[in-house]
């Protein structure tokens, strides 16, 4: 099965690169390429990495431009999995131009668009045609999409079919209510059976793993909880949601074993946040052959219960944020490899479902705000080359992107250039491009990373500050 990223027809057109030349180097005492680190220069020809030349480049980079970015770091660039853009049909919450224009100042060369906020969600071919249309002319960066795995297909291999030939990377779905009324969730038969017809294209399905569980373990609710207090919304939504989903999935999980009913097909577990009872039934299944893999999010790695003030519904989502030692736990997974790899869950809304007024946690629309953020790893210790993997190579295998997620000859000049040591204080000053600033939980943070430049397919997209003139990304469609 080849997939392939059309390239838009603007490559290399006027506007699309703040760097005036089609055939370059560029250098750093510290490329991330090759399984290393080190001096290295890098040659883009006509969108692609033509060679890598390590060690004493200077021999081989004769004649052409060379950007000599000094000791800044060369990376591949983000792969994001997990992004709401909204469009067409919620504009107002987020859109591919202002999202794609975030996901370029971070660094990000690569967003796979969720099938849901936007109106109507994407679970056809022709909901999947309003997308592609609705994006055209507006990508800053590459852009492709998942489609819904929803009751009114799931059963249906025809109409999946259909929705996976027009060329989605895979499918997602929910085993609870998703927030969005023409988005209902599906059970593990519906689960099952679509994961037959995706073993066939060899394509994934990516689960929001909550389920309400059968036995209610969670602490009755009364009228006097506090709606503003954190601590309610955490009540209300416990590890059981994910450990009941998970345990759900048992029987969809056997199925992708070798020999199993769907051999072939791939299940992706999307935002994991228990890093407990349900780490450990995923690292289970795992051991017995079963294929699946587990992203989880920097809000998850970043945050911790504890430290939400009561009532700052920025930092709802689902499932939640939970406490210091459950972060902890995550970052162990992460650094162990039981999480695979990571993603943004840009899940924006517009401010006022956010209700920051008034704070109620019940109510308040769940997802955080966060394209621009994403390098929390400084104190534990973790190497360029496990970002690399977290954020480029995992996620490009996930897409079935073949061309995209490495620093290697033949593959898209996908390129993020960036300072690790940076550190700044996300305040008022700071850019921030996706639609809605204020409810990013990222604002009033000491962060550390700078992005400098983004190169999609050796257009110079973003720099110092910059985006291209012209959008000229390109959505990218299984074939
Ligand atoms: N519909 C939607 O984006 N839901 C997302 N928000 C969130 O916090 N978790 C999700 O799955
Ligand atoms: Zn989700
Ligand atoms: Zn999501």
């Known amino acids: 099965l080849l997939y392939t990223a059309p390239f838009s027809k603007s490559l290399g057109g006027e506007g699309c690169s703040l760097l005036p030349h089609g055939h370059f180097w560029i250098a750093s005492q510290r490329v991330v390429a090759l399984g290393r680190v080190g001096p290295a220069a890098v040659e883009v020809k006509e969108g692609l990495i033509n060679a890598i030349a390590v060690g004493d480049y200077r021999?081989?980079?004769?004649?052409?431009p060379l950007v000599d970015y000094g000791d800044a770091v060369i990376m591949p660039g983000l792969i994001d999995v997990h992004a709401h853009l909204d469009e067409p049909g919620r504009e107002e919450w987020e859109g591919f131009s202002t999202g794609t224009r975030a996901a370029a100042a971070g660094g990000i060369t690569t967003l796979v668009d969720m099938p849901l906020n936007s109106f109507p969600s994407t679970v056809s071919e022709e909901t999947l045609k309003l997308k592609v249309d609705a994006?055209?002319?507006?990508?800053?960066?590459?852009?492709?999409f998942w489609g819904g795995l929803?009751?009114?297909?799931?059963?249906?291999?025809?109409?999946?079919?259909?929705?996976?030939?027009?060329?989605?990377?895979?499918?997602?779905?929910?085993?609870?209510?998703s927030g969005i009324n023409d988005f209902p969730m599906t059970n593990s038969t519906h689960i099952e059976e679509g994961l037959v017809t995706l073993a066939k294209y060899k394509r994934p399905l990516l689960i929001h793993a909550?389920?309400?569980?059968?036995?209610?373990?969670?602490?009755?609710?009364?009228?006097?909880?506090?709606?503003?207090?954190?601590?309610?919304?955490?009540?209300?939504?416990?590890?059981?949601?994910?450990?009941s989903a998970v345990r759900d999935l048992n029987r969809a999980m056997k199925d992708t074993e070798v020999g199993g009913r769907s051999e072939g097909a791939h299940l992706h577990i999307v935002h994991l946040s228990d890093s407990k009872t349900t780490l450990d039934l995923l690292k289970d299944a795992k051991h017995s052959g079963a294929k699946v893999t587990i992203e989880t999010c920097p809000h998850y790695l970043a945050f911790s219960a504890e430290e939400v003030p009561d009532g700052d519904t920025r930092f709802k989502c689902s499932p939640p944020i939970r406490d210091a030692a459950n972060k902890e736990n995550l970052w162990e997974a992460l650094l162990d490899g039981h999480i695979d790899m990571l993603s943004s869950d840009h899940s924006p809304s517009t401010p006022d479902l956010k209700l920051m007024e008034e704070g109620n946690f019940m109510k308040a629309w769940g997802g955080i705000s966060s394209l621009q953020t994403w390098s929390h790893g400084k104190k534990y210790g973790i190497t360029l080359n496990q970002l690399a993997s977290w954020w480029s190579e995992k996620p490009a295998e996930l897409a079935g992107q073949k061309n995209k997620g490495s620093i290697l000859p033949g593959y898209h000049a996908d390129i993020v250039v960036w300072k690790p040591e940076a550190q700044f204080h996300l305040d008022d000053t700071h850019a921030v491009y996706h639609k809605h600033r204020n409810i990013s939980a990222y604002l009033g943070k000491e962060l550390s990373g700078k992005v400098l430049s983004t190169f999609v397919r050796g257009n110079l997209v973003f720099a110092e500050g910059k985006h291209a003139g012209a959008a000229c990304g390109a959505t990218i469609l299984a074939k």
């Open 59 to 64: 021999s081989f980079v004769l004649r052409r």
């Open 150 to 177: 929803v009751p009114e297909n799931a059963l249906n291999p025809s109409k999946l079919e259909s929705l996976l030939n027009a060329g989605v990377l895979g499918l997602k779905s929910f085993m609870c209510p």
């Open 210 to 243: 909550e389920r309400i569980p059968d036995v209610s373990s969670d602490e009755e609710l009364d009228g006097e909880l506090d709606p503003r207090s954190y601590a309610t919304y955490l009540k209300s939504r416990t590890p059981a949601w994910e450990e």
């Open 135 to 144: 994006a055209r002319d507006k990508l800053y960066v590459d852009v492709g």
